[in-house]
């Protein structure tokens, strides 16, 4: 895996140290962009802040398989879909209560990356990438099959959920916040769980996985776990993407979906959570302001891709790190 | 009747075999020989569409604009080895994937600057326009005949290259060890520019081959990207052998599944969750069969990288 990037690993628990700086910057700025956006009128700004947190929920969660694990799963999106169409098929069929929606979100997810996770772990390298996106297409195909919840169009959903019958997520701030909610929630989660045993492990069987056998450890079972893990939290960002667009697709878990927070994560710098967070704002913010430049603003994006990954490893945490490094020096 | 639809399938699978096969081969040498995922091989099997197209306006024969898209498009997959993919050896799968995607997305949306979003269209060369009768009433064009006989033609001259000749030696033991055959004194660099460029021409001479039957479009490359890659994992990656049989594999179950699945399905279910039910399923199948081969034997059919 890409050496130095897996540096800004810190002990779990509240600032002990400068490396906790970063995190918590990073959520002061999420914390307060609803009140600026409120001050300067710019209400687009928490819609946008809005998608950067579905996805960094998303990337959060695949940087602890990709970055930590090794393990390179190209369909994360299904992850996502499978907690969107919990949400949108729980509510089509008047259960429209996050009590119920939220858990059977992550709980399907999690199933779903149980059982296709024992048949994944057996392979390695790009078959376990394929093998990932086999599986990612076949949810795909499924939603694309149900008439009855809108097949390919998708389904709109009637109103965001409640909890235990009261609309408290109605506005779009309060959302917002319960989201924000969420993502630190899984950041620190992920967090404490890379800095456990659990998680040397993982990054022990990723350098060297035939030593890790040989001291004792059934890798495998250890991958398995942290993939389940990483697939219930795909599903958590599924259900805050349903209730923040109020509609579902097929296309939520496109395998273009998966290739996209494969980018938002290498461009944060994979192997640091922090980077995923950044990555996705980065992403959806160029992506925000290249598209407003010129329809083809791809044509701008590709080209900007290859150049990090020509010359900026560690994606912009490297960039960042090496930048911090020189300042210092001089 | 059915008997005829089965063997009209039967050949629209072997074309779309051996096209897949055109992109496979090349996709699984690079992968097998340098060890590098080369995602943006799908876009030079647009690109040969493309210029395919964009020749033919120019000098109005088939031939000739073949020939020039395939030198355009083997001129300019060795200018992406050189600027970009080169320096990207040995690196990170990770990295490969990002940059190669880049170079997807740039040129996906480059072609819709120069070319325009609408679909383009590529005629038939004039001496293969008819079609032939398999059976009364039952035509089949000839230009898909045309396709399965040059596919069929270039994979055995592929078979040729690779088996009986010097430097098809040194491709399948730089398949199986890279760095083996580097130590021995083979400049290896070299051998995979060589690679890269053939299998950058076989993905173009596919696109040109396709464009008179289908739209030229911006994208097309992608889905195709997608086929190709789960043929060279099911037949195993570094293997030629398995890209021909995984390919053939493919291109008929895809084909026969999309055609015959809601037939199937209305033996055992009502006509309209058939209708239904059958185009996922058959969008699902070989998936489903990439599953199943990666389960009982993870690295592929014919595994050709020895450790």
Redo the contacts between chains.
């Keep these: 895996m890409s050496g130095g990037a897996s540096v800004a690993v810190g002990r779990a628990g509240p600032l002990r140290s400068s490396r906790d700086v970063l995190p918590a910057l990073i959520f002061l700025a999420f914390a307060l962009l609803p009140i600026f956006a409120g001050l300067t009128a710019q209400r687009y700004l928490v819609d946008s802040g809005m998608r950067i947190i579905v996805f960094a929920v998303a990337a959060v969660a695949l940087d602890l398989i990709v970055g930590y694990a090794g393990l390179i799963s190209f369909g994360h999106a299904a992850f996502i879909g499978l907690g969107a169409y919990a949400v949108g098929i729980l509510s089509a069929e008047g259960i429209g209560d996050a009590l119920v929606a939220l858990p059977a979100a992550i709980a399907v997810s999690m199933l779903f990356a149980w059982i296709t996770g024992i048949v994944c772990m057996r392979t390695k390298g790009v078959y376990f990438i394929m093998i990932t996106l086999a599986f990612g297409q076949m949810v795909y195909f499924i939603a694309t099959s149900l008439a009855r919840y809108g097949g390919d169009n998708g389904l709109t959903i009637a109103a965001r959920s409640t909890i235990a019958g009261f609309s408290l997520l109605k506005s779009d701030t309060t959302f917002y916040y319960f989201s924000l909610l969420c993502l630190v929630a899984t950041y620190l989660l992920c967090h404490a769980l890379i800095a456990s045993r659990f998680g040397r492990v993982l990054r022990g069987a990723r350098e060297n996985p035939t030593r890790m056998a040989t001291i004792g450890f059934t890798v495998r079972r250890f991958q398995l776990v942290a993939y389940v893990i990483t697939g219930g939290l795909g599903g958590l960002s599924g259900f805050l993407l349903a209730n923040s667009t109020e509609f579902v697709a097929p296309a939520y878990m496109a395998w273009q979906q998966s290739g996209e927070l494969i980018v938002i994560i290498i461009l944060g710098g994979v192997g640091t959570l922090d980077g995923a967070i950044i990555g996705s704002a980065a992403y959806l913010i160029v992506e925000d302001r290249l598209s407003g430049l010129t329809e083809n603003w791809q044509v701008i994006f590709g080209p900007l891709l290859v150049l990090v990954v020509l010359f900026a490893r560690g994606g912009l945490m490297g960039l960042s790190a090496l930048l911090w490094r020189r300042l210092s020096h001089a | 009747m059915t008997g005829t639809l089965f063997f009209i399938q039967v050949l629209n699978g072997l074309q779309l075999g051996v096209l897949l096969f055109l992109i496979a081969a090349g996709l699984t040498l690079v992968?097998g020989v340098m060890d590098f995922?080369n995602l943006a091989h799908g876009v030079q099997y647009m690109l040969g569409a493309y210029l395919a197209v964009a020749f033919y306006g120019l000098v109005g024969n088939f031939l000739l604009a073949l020939i020039l898209a395939l030198a355009a498009a083997l001129a300019f997959g060795l200018l992406l080895e050189f600027l970009?993919l080169r320096?990207?050896y040995g690196?990170?799968?990770?990295?490969q994937?990002?940059?190669t995607?880049?170079?997807?997305?740039?040129?996906?949306?480059?072609v819709?600057?120069v070319w325009g979003a609408a679909p383009l269209t590529l005629p038939v060369p004039d001496a293969f326009t008819g079609s032939v009768q398999l059976a009364p009433g039952q035509l089949y064009p000839v230009w898909r005949l045309v396709i399965i006989g040059s596919g069929i033609a270039v994979a055995t001259g592929l078979y040729v290259l690779v088996t009986y000749t010097r430097i098809g030696m040194l491709v399948r033991a730089g398949a199986t060890n890279a760095r083996m055959v580097s130590v021995l004194g083979v400049n290896i660099e070299r051998l995979f520019t060589i690679v890269f460029g053939f299998g950058t021409m076989l993905a173009g001479f596919a696109g040109v081959m396709i464009a008179p039957i289908i739209s030229v479009e911006p994208g097309m490359g992608t889905n195709i990207l997608?086929l190709a890659?789960?043929v060279i994992?099911i037949g195993g990656?570094g293997s030629i052998r398995g890209a021909f049989v995984a390919a053939l594999l493919i291109g008929l179950v895809d084909t026969l599944g999309r055609s015959f699945s809601v037939d199937l399905l209305r033996v055992v279910m009502a006509p309209s969750?058939a209708r239904?039910?059958g185009?996922?399923?058959a969008?699902?199948l070989i998936?489903?069969l990439?599953?199943i081969v990666?389960?009982l034997r993870?690295?592929?059919l014919f595994p050709a990288r020895g450790r």
């Design positions: 992968f995922i970009v320096h990207l690196r990170d799968h990770l990295d994937v990002i940059a995607f880049g170079i997807i997305l740039f040129l996906n949306h480059a819709r600057v997608i890659l789960v994992v990656i969750p239904m039910v185009p996922a399923i969008s699902m998936y489903v990439m599953a990666l389960y993870p690295a592929g």
